[in-house]
C-alpha cells in the first residue's frame, strides 16, 4: 500500500510537472495575442499576412491549375455533329412533346457513350501492336488487367476506386472520349516496395552443404503495396492494397506520401519558374488485394502503355 501511495504521488508530480512546463511554454504566444485583441488594427495586419501567403498557394497551385484544365478547354471532334444536332431539335421542337426531347437527349448521351467506348477499344487495339505487358483499367466492369498483344495474361477485381472532379467534367462536357482516344504512357511511379527485389544468399562451401539449403524453404515476401503511377495528358493511378496496414506498413505509407506530396510541390515549383501554370493531376485512386497490386507493379515495364474505361 505504501509502495502504491509513492508511485500515485510520483506520478501526480511528473503530470503536475509537465502541465507547468507546458504553461511556461505557451505563456509567450498567450501573451502575444492577447496584445493583439488590444490592438485591433496590429490584429488585421498580422491575420492579413497570414491569408495572403495561403490564398496565393491556393489560387495558383489548386485553383488556377484546375479552371485552366487543357483537355476540358479542347472542343469535342466525333460527336460535336451528334450534340449540335440534338440542340437544333430540341430548339425546334419546343412546342413538341416532352417525351421526344427526353428521346433525343438519351440519344445523345448514348453516341457519347459509344465514343468513349470505342476510345478504350482503339487503345488497347494500339497497345497489341507491341510487344511489352501493358494495363487495361475497366471501371464500367471493376477489372484490372495485364495484357500482351491484346492477350489478358492475368485480371484483377477492383474492390473499390475514387475518380477525380476533374474526369467528371470532362465526361459531364462530351469531351472524355478525346482524353481517351490514345493510350497513356507512364512517365514515372513511386512505391513502397522495390521494383525487382534482390535476396543475397552466400554460396555454400561443399556439396553437402548445397544439398542442405535445397531443402530450405524461401520465406514469401509480405511486402505492403502502395504505388503511384504518372502519365501523360495529366493522369496518375494510384493503388493501394485492401489489407490492413502493419505498424512496419503505416511507417512506410506516412514515408511513401510524403514523397508523393514532395514530388507534387516539386513539379509546381519548377512550372512556375517556367512561367507556366501547375498541372492539374487527374487522379484514379484504386484498391486491389495485395497480391494483386504487387503483380500489376512488378509486370509493369518503365513506360508501360495504359487504356482507360470510364
Known sequence: MPALLGFYLSSSTMAFSFVKFGQRLLQPFLSFF???????????????????PALVILTFLVILPVAN??????????????????????????PMDSALTEKLEGLSQRLLALDIQRAYLQSRWELSKGDSISLSINLRDSLVSLEM???????????RFEVSRALQRLQAKG???EWLAKPFKMQSDLATLPKAPMRIITAPKDTLEAQARAKETIPIETSEVHFTLKFDRNLAIAIAQAQDLTFKGRLKKWSYDLRRSYASVKAALAALQRGELPQHRMLIELELTQEDAK????ALPKQAGLALYF
Do not use: M, W
Open 175 to 177: 469531351r472524355l472520349h
Open 69 to 94: 484544365n487543357p483537355y476540358e478547354a479542347e472542343e469535342a471532334a466525333t460527336s460535336e455533329t451528334v450534340d449540335e444536332h440534338a440542340e437544333n431539335v430540341t430548339e425546334t421542337a419546343a
Open 149 to 159: 498483344k491484346g492477350t489478358p495474361i492475368r485480371q484483377c477485381r477492383i474492390l
Open 295 to 298: 503483380a500489376i507493379y512488378r
Open 34 to 52: 492577447k496584445g493583439l485583441r488590444q490592438k485591433p488594427l496590429a490584429a488585421t495586419i498580422f491575420f492579413f499576412a497570414l491569408l495572403v
